[in-house]
């Protein structure tokens, strides 16, 4: 009985130790895995931040282009309503012009007409 007690303490050590080997060993291991992990981080860390510097970088030049397309549309939207106010100023103009027009050809046709009548009244005067 006591070889049989012996063996069970050796084999209760003999386990106890290869507990302790596993536990190390999974530490150890558990350790690398996480080192590999963290430098897959630090891996994807920097590829972040530089898609991220891209990123900012295209957004940034397309905010410059954009903010030139729109300068420039602010710019042709004001010629455009120069140019319409300016058409308006020459339609006034024009309708000026034309009312001017037909008031000097009234004006003429008056002077005609008399011109006419005292060709008539001339030449009716002429021949009695």
Known sequence: MGNL???VKNLYIILLIIM???VVLDVIFEKQKNRKQERELEFYELKYQKLKKDFNQVLEKKLSISKGYQEHLNMCNERSRANIRD???LKNEWIDLVEKLDYWKSKAQR???QLNYQKR???N???K
């Open 111 to 113: 002077l005609q007409n």
């Open 20 to 22: 302790l080997v596993i």
């Open 125 to 127: 005067n002429n021949i």
């Open 121 to 123: 009244k001339c030449k």
């Open 87 to 89: 058409l308006k100023d």
């Open 5 to 7: 007690i012996e063996n």
